[in-house]
């Protein structure tokens, strides 16, 4: 397994934006004191960050215990640490991780630490903050920050497999000083192992240059390590010697996180089809069209490896992240316009009961139906249906009051209470709650989604399978499940609920009621 800790230089060496801003904190209160206060890294005042944190307190018998263990990690990992001792893990990872935190304990320094991850299977290589912290009473209290840095998807290792070009990423490795003097291959596709006469695992396993020495007496590597500290791109055709006759290869190489990728493609035939008939305009035309569609073919895979980072692979919904940036995007653009935006937060009932009893594949199915039903007569590139983790939905509605907002959330309560999917041990009935708040035009994101939650949590409390609007004035009201799909809201209307501007808004198509719908 691979992994480094690092005591130096993590200012420069650490990719997370949240890591570098938590070190340059914990760095400012060190200047202030010797013990650094856990108060200022408690993950309960953190907000969403805590999602990516871990606190170990050590026990009275020598080993630690996880007393917090982020949602983030949760959803990677497969499972919840919280409450249980560092031993648990026993592989490998375990080892390093105590050895991690018994070094920072020892010299009260923090630590930057690399590893591939061997238990988080999309998770190719972590970086991880480990902070040395005092609780008010003295003892000690460590906090740790855990970024993927790299994902491995197994869509992705198939894309660069079918690639006709060898393809590798190479990420630096540096010295103290920050120079950086070898690389390590962090991907690899077939052709490329094939091309350097290795198979993929070996050449994952061997530094750039013991590997390929040619690459440094070509001059190659020194261009390849400007490409990733300039970030300016490289694109070149060179002559390559082999035992028959001398080829052509195009290289072009790209920044890569903390280093760089390559791609090499035999242009032989083309460079000599180049060169007998470069005196036609015909042949210039060719090539050009041979470059734009290369272009072309490099843009939609990128698109589609973009495509990849934004959807939940089980659900085809888009994941969190995709989720609260387009609900940021959709504020901003209501603050400008004066339109009004609202939120809807849904959770499947009972989903526990449904796993237990139908095992996950039943509970996938159900999650799956569930996004269907969800973005049945929804607006195509306006509304967004996001999945938040688990059985945790969020929809978000740009141009649309708190009114209409309500008709959509009966409208789907009634859907998804009236739908079942098919399993070997019976048909899979289930139902939602769902929690409606409208942006009152001047609060924060995560205060608009604290509020459509509290409304979904008196909705499950008032005994689930309804939808509760949280009118802004810490007023929560609960509809009869059995009744009109559309609410008015009472009082003065908040700035973006409903709106009187005339044209700030299409008109979305009308809803059906839930009384309409068919019941189950």
């Not at 570098?20 to 200022?40: C, D, I, K, S, T």
């Not at 998770?123 to 009473?137: A, G, K, M, T, Y």
């Not at 959709?330 to 139908?358: C, E, G, Q």
């Not at 098919?422 to 924060?444: K, L």
Request: glycine share 8%; with cysteine; proline share 5%.
């Amino acid at each position: 397994m691979y992994r480094e800790m690092f005591d130096k230089g993590i200012e420069w060496r650490a990719h997370a934006h949240s890591i570098r801003r938590l070190y340059g904190n914990w760095l400012a209160l060190r200047e202030q004191a010797r013990a650094v206060p856990f108060a200022e890294f408690d993950p309960a005042t953190l907000g969403p960050i805590a999602d990516d944190m871990i606190v170990f307190r050590p026990t009275a018998d020598g080993d630690m215990i996880y007393s917090h263990y982020g949602r983030a990690l949760v959803e990677r990992v497969g499972t919840d640490m919280t409450g249980k001792l560092s031993t648990r893990i026993l592989e490998t990872v375990g080892a390093f991780f105590r050895d991690c935190n018994n070094r920072v304990l020892a010299t009260d320094e923090p630590l930057l630490t690399l590893h591939r991850s061997a238990i988080a299977g999309q998770v190719h290589l972590w970086e991880r903050l480990v902070l040395p912290c005092r609780d008010p009473s003295g003892e000690p209290v460590i906090v740790i920050i855990a970024k993927p840095r790299q994902f491995r998807d197994d869509l992705l290792s198939a894309v660069l497999d079918a690639s006709l070009d060898a393809i590798v990423a190479v990420r630096l490795v540096r010295d103290d000083a920050g120079i950086p003097v070898d690389g390590e291959f962090v991907a690899v596709n077939q052709r490329a192992a094939d091309w350097n006469g290795q198979t993929v695992e070996a050449m994952l396993q061997a530094p750039v240059l013991t590997l390929c020495p040619g690459l440094a007496e070509s001059g190659l590597w020194t261009r390849f390590v400007d490409v990733a500290l300039t970030r300016q791109p490289l694109q070149l055709v060179t002559r390559y010697a082999c035992a028959d006759a001398d080829r052509w290869i195009e290289i072009a190489c790209v920044p890569f996180g903390d280093g760089f990728m390559v791609t090499k493609a035999d242009v032989t035939e083309r460079k000599n089809a180049e060169d007998a008939m470069r005196q036609t305009q015909a042949e210039y035309a060719q090539a050009n069209a041979a470059l734009k569609a290369e272009i072309r073919r490099r843009q939609a895979l990128e698109e589609e490896l973009s495509q990849l980072a934004t959807r939940d692979s089980l659900t085809g919904a888009l994941n969190r992240r995709a989720t609260t940036e387009g609900l940021r995007d959709a504020l901003a653009r209501s603050a400008r316009y004066a339109h009004p935006v609202s939120v809807i937060t849904m959770d499947l009932d009972h989903f526990k009961h449904i796993n237990d009893r139908f095992g996950h594949a039943g509970g996938d199915a159900v999650l799956r139906r569930t996004v269907g039903l969800l973005t049945h007569g929804l607006r195509e590139d306006v509304d967004l249906v996001g999945r938040f983790g688990g059985e945790e939905f969020v929809l978000v509605l740009p141009h649309v009051g708190v009114g209409e907002a309500v008709g959509v959330a009966s409208r789907m309560r009634a859907l998804l209470a009236g739908a079942d999917v098919e399993h070997v041990d019976g048909p899979i009935s289930f139902s939602g709650s769902f929690g409606v708040a409208a942006w009152d035009g001047r609060e924060t994101m995560d205060r608009l989604l604290s509020r459509a939650d509290a409304a979904l949590y008196r909705a499950k409390a008032a005994g689930r399978n309804r939808v509760a609007l949280d009118e802004g004035y810490g007023e929560i009201h609960v509809l009869d499940p059995g009744g009109e799909a559309t609410l008015q809201p009472s009082g003065e209307a908040p700035p973006f609920m409903p709106t009187t501007r005339q044209g700030t808004a299409p008109r979305r198509p009308r809803r059906a009621t839930a009384s309409a719908l068919p019941q189950r």
